[in-house]
C-alpha cells in the first residue's frame, strides 16, 4: 500500500523557518516526480513546487526565493526547506508523487494527508 506520510509542520513566527519531509512507501521513490503544494482556508490548492524524478525543479514564483525542496532518493523523502516565512504562508502542505511516461502523461498519482503551517505571532 503506498503511503505519503509529511511530518515538520507547527507553528511558525513570522521570518522562522520550518522544514518539512514526505517519506515515501511501496513506491520506486526515484522514478517518481514529488511536490509539494498547499491548501489555505477557502483556497483552491495550490503549486508550491516539483522536483523531477531527473532533479529538475518548478517553484511557484512568488515562493521561489524563500523555499527550496530536496530530494534523498537513498531515504524515500523529500524536503520542503521555508524560510522567511510569511502569515500568508499558513496552509495544509501537501505532498505529491507522480510517475509519468517519457511523454509526460501520468501513471500513478499520490498524496499525502497533509500537515499544517502556521505562521502566526
Known amino acids: 500500500q503506498v503511503q505519503l506520510v509529511e511530518s515538520g509542520g507547527g507553528l511558525a513566527q513570522p521570518g522562522g523557518s520550518l522544514r518539512l519531509s514526505c517519506t515515501a512507501s511501496a513506491i520506486l521513490f526515484s522514478l517518481y516526480d514529488m511536490g509539494w503544494y498547499r491548501q489555505a482556508p477557502g483556497k483552491q490548492r495550490e503549486l508550491v513546487v516539483v522536483m523531477t524524478s531527473g532533479g529538475s525543479t518548478n517553484y511557484a514564483d512568488s515562493l521561489k526565493a524563500r523555499f527550496t525542496i530536496s530530494r534523498d532518493n537513498a531515504k524515500n523523502t523529500v524536503y520542503l526547506q521555508m524560510n522567511s516565512l510569511k502569515p500568508e504562508d499558513t496552509a495544509v502542505y501537501y505532498c505529491?508523487?507522480?510517475?509519468?511516461?517519457?511523454?509526460?502523461?501520468?501513471?500513478?498519482?499520490?498524496w499525502g494527508q497533509g500537515t499544517q503551517v502556521t505562521v502566526s505571532s
Open positions: 505529491n508523487a507522480v510517475l509519468r511516461t517519457e511523454l509526460g502523461r501520468p501513471l500513478s498519482d499520490y
